[in-house]
């Protein structure tokens, strides 16, 4: 299974934009890459994906580097309430659609 | 349209008892996935039913069992509790087995 690596935490003053990386250097070309965040005390949520084009939804902006072994969810003005645990999924395209979460990135957002 | 829902919220079993977790899934979604949450860590697969089948299984043993019903709601079951099984179980229902997941807010599970 194709591994991510992400910062265990990051900070970030409110308003301001958020660019959280992640690392997946043995990515296959057909995995595509899912970012989920969880807020204290629920289950994860869907943020965005893609395959190799940058994407973006009215959550946030996902780029994608060229030869794909990293990417970066961009948080155009982080607000309160997107502190949460970030996670970087890889996801094969092919047989069983297990998401394999790692660690994550633990956001704070300041006041 | 309803959400992922999960019962119970919590509870509390001792070692070697058994229990069973409940999800219903989101409205036009046949698919549901189970995951486990230990305390600081991500969510870590179990299995997979589409259609009422396992359709993909994690690194867990056989005492972690599932089923899926024809209106796709899903129980998972654990027998033997051991004292490691203490986790947050999440359930996630997808419209294909390759969609977006959509999760529950989970069953905090205490094994004492």
């Known amino acids: 299974d194709a591994k991510t690596t992400q910062p265990n935490s990051m900070e970030s003053n409110e308003e301001e934009p958020v660019h959280l990386p992640c690392n997946h250097s043995?990515?296959?070309?057909?995995?595509?890459i899912h970012w989920y965040r969880q807020l204290p005390s629920q289950g994860p949520e869907y943020v965005i994906h893609?395959?190799?084009s940058n994407v973006n939804n009215r959550m946030a902006s996902l780029a994608i580097a060229e030869d794909r072994k990293s990417s970066t969810l961009i948080l155009h003005r982080a607000t309160l309430r997107d502190a949460a645990v970030y996670y970087c999924i890889l996801r094969p395209h092919t047989g069983t659609y297990k998401y394999i979460f790692g660690t994550g990135t633990r956001l704070k957002v300041l006041a | 349209e309803t959400g992922v829902t999960q019962s119970p919220t919590h509870l509390i079993k001792t070692r070697g008892q058994q229990v069973t977790l409940r999800c219903s899934s989101q409205?036009?979604?046949?698919?549901v996935s189970w995951y486990q949450q230990a305390l600081g860590q991500g969510p870590q697969f179990i299995f997979q039913?589409?259609?009422?089948?396992?359709?993909g299984r994690g690194n867990f043993p056989p005492r972690f069992s599932g089923l899926q019903f024809p209106n796709y709601s899903s129980e998972l079951n654990v027998n033997a509790l051991e004292l490691d099984d203490s986790a947050l179980y999440l359930c996630?229902?997808?419209?294909?087995?390759?969609?977006?997941?959509?999760f529950g807010e989970g069953s905090r599970l205490t094994v004492l």
């Open positions: 043995t990515i296959s070309g057909t995995d595509y």
């Open positions: 996630a229902s997808s419209f294909k087995w390759a969609g977006e997941l959509f």
């Open positions: 409205s036009g979604h046949n698919t």
């Open positions: 039913y589409y259609r009422e089948e396992e359709n």
């Open positions: 893609g395959l190799t």
